[in-house]
């Protein structure tokens, strides 16, 4: 069973009560006494964590409340930490036979209960003094309701004078052509834009600046603002204000007012800007009020919602307009203009602390307009300016001047939920603009214990679902997308300024680094993140027995860590740069970690794993790729019975019997070759398996399998069958790995599988592809290729990226015409094929936004027809006389594209060959030339 989930508030309270019902169970058989005192200690705890709960919900507490709160919740963790141990030393060691054995074992749990009861009176006497302290201080009656914040910062943004503004003149001219678009034509319904991106971006100030640019061709306008505590009624009146509705009749309810707009509407064009929203919720009713009149009214929303912005253009003809940070040049010229008054008047000695602070703000507009006139006021001093620099996160805690720069990702982060928030800050861990991975953060928060089970999804799913929807509330941002998926995601330094802030008064974890100095506490340090190579010397003055995560990160050469120390560790991430003066890493005391949930060792040329292993059953992640193991795996690997995401270091063989790994969930680096038959066997026992990465190093790529190979292939066939027609999700081969040669037989009814990547060329097409149903991203390469195949992709409902090619030239031209609406869910298309004859009919692929092309003649047709296509690459290679037309004719459909200005060329490489057979050169030849 999975503990319930942490939270920044209450730490492990959950958790704690969680396990002291369990204690109380028949299980443990503990004293009488006790017995009593943990039944006293739950009622108590409980009822502690019910005003905890209340507490959490409190944007600001009193300074007695926040006090008794951080007692209370590192008290839970000490009670935890007590309980762990009991449990796990009176599982002990094996059964002994015997009298003499059994005698030992009766003397051994005697003692053990003997010294938790000692604990227990040490601990209640804890939790009586907490209470009588919060009875005694009526804690409960301390508590600060939201705090109030003087002025709107919205303001500035709408009163901005457009002349002191820097990159608005290209979004706003887009979003007004936009809404002016049809106004004259036949269709002349309601439109929306809704403007999405995260605070300070600029949203209000691009909102205002076109609302004023086209607000007088329009019979009525309304300027709404969405406050944080939502009051529909009060912005609906404030929209009948705006459009100049005026009554002494009395509006109490929100189906009174709407209905009285509707009626001022009827025969009104209008133009109403709503700004901020923050929910579905609101929108659902104020959506009400926008009557359809046909007069070609227009509404801009904003917020930093994707899904609000998404159901915004559900209601009408709607458009999301994604909001990008100012680019260099723009924030220099910001940056400078409120500083200097001039963008080309930086003196020579301000320069270097310029660059610095804009490297901070990343294109955020509020931001650098803040930190600009921070330093102004500072007056014309380099001295002053670099000690402001110097103290920028102290500064951006206290000084008034940056009082927005706090206030506006509080608002974000205040609208979280509990999981939510907690998720987020750990985030804190990682450096500055460190690229975070989304497989590696998804689970790490399942072993900090930060997500809880969902009816119907497993641990990782929940925490994906967790990830996603910080992306879609902009407060992390999103990586670029990789074979159609999402890898990585990035902290902007201002939020990432202000979660380091929260998890300082927090407690929730402590960083080691020259930025961020420690800060003495009263509390012990629960989690430790070290970035920087002399953090060994730091580690010293720190009491480490009640660590429970600890991270070191490339940056930091990673020292060798002192396990031993780390008595109550739950997760141990330590990452070097992998290269050939990689460091080498003992990690022969983990065995004794037996509360060690994940371990992630990457990038060491010389790691040492313990003799056994199998003491770890709490074990959930073992991740040791891109490192060297200088011993074999341990034989007991194959033991751990929460094990659930295993990467094999590179060279490694794992022992027989991993078909008793039976909650594997992910198996990556798994090396054919050098792993046995029985282990190629009992892959198919695995049948909770949903990614499986194989690859085998010492095979030829153009050598002929061996006798022993293939008879390893035929194996793995089977064992795909089962696995592959049962949970498993993703299926991805490397070069060196024939897999092509058993596809066919070795998925039947590939129901769940999402991801298929085959990095090696496959000798047909397979057969079973049209019941891939769930398939997303496909990179398959066949010796031939036919239209036929093609339209079976087409067919499949979610399939969003494709890289397909034809290893072989066909003896003659094959036309593949892409009909309207098929391939109707894919953005990423990638093409091989010799000579093609190409040709997108008018509405195929309506997603598609990246064509990339390799082939060597022929022709493509219809790209004007591919509607969303925002960058197109082309790598040909034909004869001088083929080559003028077919560049032509994919030069002259681009001009032809309704967005022919925004597509971007990224490759055009058009090489010309001397003969046919120079033609037909690999695919690798073309990319090169």
């Known amino acids: ?107 051994k749990k005697l003692q053990l209960r003997r010294h938790l009861a000692s ?91 076109v609302y004023n640019r086209i607000r007088n061709k329009f019979d009525c306008t309304a300027f709404v603002s969405v406050s944080q505590n939502l009051d529909t009624l009060k912005i609906l009146k404030e929209i009948l204000l705006g459009i100049g509705y005026c009554s002494n009749r009395m509006l109490d309810h929100e189906q009174q007012v709407i209905d009285v707009i509707r009626q001022y509407l009827a025969d009104k064009r209008y133009l109403f800007i709503i700004d901020d929203i923050r929910s579905i919720k609101a929108w659902d009713i104020i959506k009400y009020a926008l009557v359809q009149n046909n007069k070609s009214s227009r509404v801009i929303t904003t917020t930093q919602i994707q899904d609000v912005a998404t159901t915004c253009c559900l209601h009408c003809d709607g458009q999301v307009y994604m909001m990008q940070p100012l680019d260099e040049s723009d924030s220099r010229r910001l940056f400078l203009k409120r500083v200097f008054d001039s963008e080309d008047n930086c003196p020579e000695q301000y320069r270097m602390i310029t660059e610095n602070m804009l490297h901070k703000c990343k294109g955020v507009p509020l931001a650098i307009t803040s930190i600009a006139t921070l330093l102004a006021s500072q007056g014309m001093n ?123 008064v927090e407690n929730f974890f402590t960083i080691i680094d020259r930025k961020y100095k420690m800060k003495q506490t009263l509390f012990p340090v629960r989690r430790l993140c070290c970035h920087f190579s002399n953090g060994n010397i730091a580690l010293e003055s720190l009491r480490l027995k009640k660590v429970r995560s600890f991270t070191t990160f490339p940056a930091s050469d990673c020292m060798q860590p002192p396990i031993s120390k780390f008595e109550l560790l739950r997760v141990l991430n330590l990452q070097t740069n992998p290269s050939p003066d990689s460091q080498c890493l003992d990690l022969s005391a983990i065995s004794n970690l037996f509360l060690l949930r994940y371990l992630r060792a990457r990038g060491f040329r010389n790691l040492k794993l313990p003799e056994k292993i199998g003491k770890l059953q709490n074990l959930m992640t073992l991740d040791l790729g891109d490192s060297e193991v200088v011993c074999a795996i341990p034989l007991d ?39 046995s038959m029985q282990n190629i066997k009992y892959l198919g026992e695995l049948t909770n398996l949903m990614e499986l990465q194989l690859r085998h190093e010492d095979s030829g790529i153009f050598q002929p399998l061996t006798h022993m190979e293939r008879r390893k292939y035929e194996v793995l066939a089977v064992s795909l069958c089962k696995i592959g027609n049962s949970n498993l999700r993703s299926l991805v081969a490397h070069p060196g790995v024939s897999l092509g040669c058993v596809l066919n037989c070795s998925l039947t009814h590939p129901r769940c599988l999402r991801r298929l990547h085959l990095d090696s060329c496959c000798p047909t097409f397979p057969k079973w592809m049209a019941q891939a149903v769930r ?79 390799t082939f060597s003649g022929g022709s493509v047709i219809g790209i004007e027809h591919l509607a969303s296509l925002e960058e197109i690459s082309v790598y040909l290679k034909a004869l001088p006389c083929d080559l003028s037309k077919i560049r032509s004719e994919i030069s002259d459909a681009l001009d032809r594209h309704p967005r022919n200005h925004t597509v971007r060329r990224r490759r055009f490489i058009f090489t010309p060959c001397l003969d046919d057979r120079d033609c037909s050169g690999s695919f690798q030849d073309l990319v090169e030339d």
């Not at 905890?52 to 008290?75: N, Y």
């Not at 019997?657 to 992910?666: A, F, V």
């Open 775 to 853: 398939l997303t991203s496909l990179i398959l390469e066949v010796e031939e290729l036919c239209s036929e195949d093609v339209h079976v992709l087409a067919g499949l409902p979610c399939l969003t990226y494709l890289d397909l090619g034809a290893a072989k030239a066909p003896n003659r031209s094959i036309m593949i015409q892409i009909n309207s609406n098929e391939f109707s869910c894919l953005k990423e298309f990638k093409f091989k094929y010799h000579i093609l004859l190409l040709s997108f009919e008018p509405g195929a692929m309506p997603t598609l936004q990246s064509l990339d092309l």
């Open 119 to 209: 604990q227990i009176q040490e601990l209640k006497a804890r939790v009586v003094e907490e209470a009588e302290r919060q009875r005694r201080y009526k804690v409960s009656e301390c508590v600060s309701s939201s705090r109030a914040v003087d002025i709107d910062y919205r303001l500035a943004s709408l009163y901005a004078e457009a002349d002191k503004l820097v990159g608005i003149d290209g979004p706003r001219e887009e979003i007004a052509q936009r809404l002016l678009e049809g106004e004259n034509g036949s269709s002349q319904q309601l439109k929306l834009v809704s403007i999405v991106g995260p605070g300070g971006i600029g949203k209000t100030t691009l909102a205002t600046q």
């Open 382 to 504: 380099v001295e002053k300016w670099e000690n402001m620099h110097n103290s920028f996160y102290s500064e951006l805690e206290t000084n008034p001047a940056l009082e927005w720069m706090r206030y506006v990702p509080s608002l974000s982060y205040n609208d979280l939920s509990h999981e939510l928030k907690t998720c987020l800050l750990y985030l804190g861990i990682y450096p500055e603009d460190y690229p975070i991975k989304k497989v590696d953060l998804v689970r790490r928060w399942v072993a900090e214990g930060f997500v809880s089970e969902k009816h119907g999804l497993d641990l990782e799913e929940v925490a994906g679902s967790y990830f996603d929807e910080l992306i879609n509330r902009s407060m992390i941002q999103p990586g670029k997308i990789i074979r159609g998926e999402m890898h990585y995601c990035r902290v902007h330094d201002l939020m990432l300024d202000h979660i380091i802030s929260k998890c300082t």
């Open 637 to 675: 690997v194959t033991s751990l019975s929460s094990l659930r995401h295993l990467t094999v270091p590179r060279g490694a063989v794992l022992p027989d019997g991993i078909g008793k790994l039976i909650t594997l969930r992910t198996l990556e680096e798994f090396d054919l070759g050098k792993n």
């Open 1 to 107: 069973m999975v503990d319930p989930t942490v939270s920044i508030s209450a730490g492990v309270m959950n958790s704690l009560l969680s396990k002291l019902t369990k204690l109380l169970s028949d299980e443990y058989k503990l004293l009488k006494s006790v017995r009593k005192e943990v039944k006293f200690l739950k009622d108590e705890l409980s009822s502690m964590n019910a005003l905890i709960q209340k507490l959490e919900d409190m944007e600001e507490l009193d300074v007695q409340a926040r006090e008794w709160r951080d007692k209370v919740r590192e008290l839970a963790y000490d009670f935890e930490d007590c309980i762990d141990v009991f449990m796990h030393n009176l599982g002990g060691e094996g059964e002994k036979a015997g009298l003499v054995g059994k005698s030992e074992r009766w003397i």
